[in-house]
């Protein structure tokens, strides 16, 4: 399968990487919106959070902790924003599921 981040997961591209174990990697962001962007993905492809289910799902709430993990080693302390886009509709580029956790400044609501 063509997939960057399984590429990028198995080290045939390289990532400025955050945090890594058997089931997650975490890596900055290449075009950052905002101070800190980092993408958290299972090593595993799932195309989207439109393919998690009770098969898949222990490794959507790893990546979670891992997030609040990073959150705390970057000093996010006042609020961060965690976001995973959805096919076309919600602005997905890449087809494997990522969790971009962007902080260091004040968040808009509603998204664009
Ligand atoms: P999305 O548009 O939600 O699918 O997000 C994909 C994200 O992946 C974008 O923010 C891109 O900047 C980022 N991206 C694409 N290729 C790479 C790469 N090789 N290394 C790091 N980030 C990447």
């Known amino acids: 399968m063509d997939c ?9 591209i390289p990532s400025n990487k955050v945090y890594e174990d058997d089931s997650v990697l975490a890596f ?3 075009v950052p919106q905002g101070p800190v962007h980092i993408l958290i993905i299972p090593k595993t492809h799932i195309a989207s959070a439109a393919e998690i289910s009770a098969d898949n799902s222990a490794v959507v709430a790893h990546i979670f ?4 993990g990073i959150a705390k080693e970057q ?5 961060y924003r965690i976001v995973t886009n959805i096919g076309e509709d919600g602005g997905q580029s890449v087809k494997h599921l990522h969790f971009h956790l962007i902080g260091g400044r004040q968040m808009a609501w509603p998204p664009g």
């Open 4 to 12: 960057i981040f399984c590429k990028i997961a198995g080290g045939e």
């Open 28 to 30: 900055y962001d290449l």
């Open 65 to 68: 902790e891992v997030a609040a």
């Open 75 to 79: 000093q996010l302390d006042n609020g």
